[in-house]
């Protein structure tokens, strides 16, 4: 067990929907990243927050956007969706930035998009 | 797109034989290497990181080793076991705090 909390695990929602996936990271940790995972593109990063200020940007489609709130907790949310945004969503947190910190991963949310 | 990439997308080892998983990665301004080890339904689970002020590190039964001449890493398990099984990721860190996965490499353990 990482010690990162995601939910939900799983997920069926009708396209043109919106969902929000929930992070708790590690105790102590004060970055967050979030990561799609699908079939064909493997781990793509989408964003990631520090201390709730918003630090890097990945390949994140408009539709989607994330915020850190002050209790460290972060949410990912997928607005008007498409088939194509089925996929497995992972959250992950380190203590700090830069090098050297360790990035530990959630089990995921499985989002399918029917 | 950015991307690291891997030379090979599977591997199959005879259990107790030493595994080397390679990684090609294509920004020279990584700073920080990273190796992951994804088993079915799971998350990403680290195993070992390298800075890029070395070339060597060793863990238990893991090696990582790193060469910016030609920009490659490779992950080593001495005497794998069944348990190694699994999806393995290279990732680098580059522009501040933006880790980049490759595709992965699944590690097949012959009985």
């Known amino acids: 067990d990482s010690g990162v909390t995601q939910t939900p695990k799983h997920l069926i929602t009708a396209t043109g929907q919106r969902v929000t996936l929930r992070c708790s990271p590690r105790s102590g940790d004060l970055s967050v990243y979030w990561y799609q995972q699908s079939l064909d593109q493997g781990l793509q990063f989408l964003i990631q927050y520090y201390n709730g200020e918003e630090r890097a940007k990945g390949n994140i489609l408009e539709r989607f956007s994330a915020q850190q709130f002050p209790d460290l907790h972060s949410e990912l949310n997928l607005s008007s969706l498409e088939l194509g945004d089925s996929a497995l969503y992972f959250c992950a947190s380190s203590k700090g930035q830069g090098t050297g910190n360790t990035i530990y991963f959630g089990e995921g949310s499985w989002l399918t998009v029917v | 797109g950015e991307s690291v990439g891997l030379h090979l997308p599977t591997l199959s080892v005879q259990e107790g034989d030493n595994s080397i998983i390679n990684c090609a990665y294509s920004?020279?301004?990584?700073?920080?290497f990273i190796w992951y080890k994804q088993e079915s339904g799971k998350g990403p689970q680290f195993i070992i990181d390298i800075r890029s002020n070395m070339d060597k590190r060793q863990g238990q039964r893991v090696t990582v080793l790193l060469n910016k001449t030609v920009k490659h890493l490779s992950l080593q398990i001495a005497a794998t076991q069944p348990g190694d099984s699994a999806v393995y990721f290279c990732a680098e860190r580059f522009q501040y705090d933006k880790i980049i996965f490759g595709k992965g490499t699944r590690l097949h353990i012959l009985p």
């Open positions: 920004n020279s301004a990584s700073d920080y």
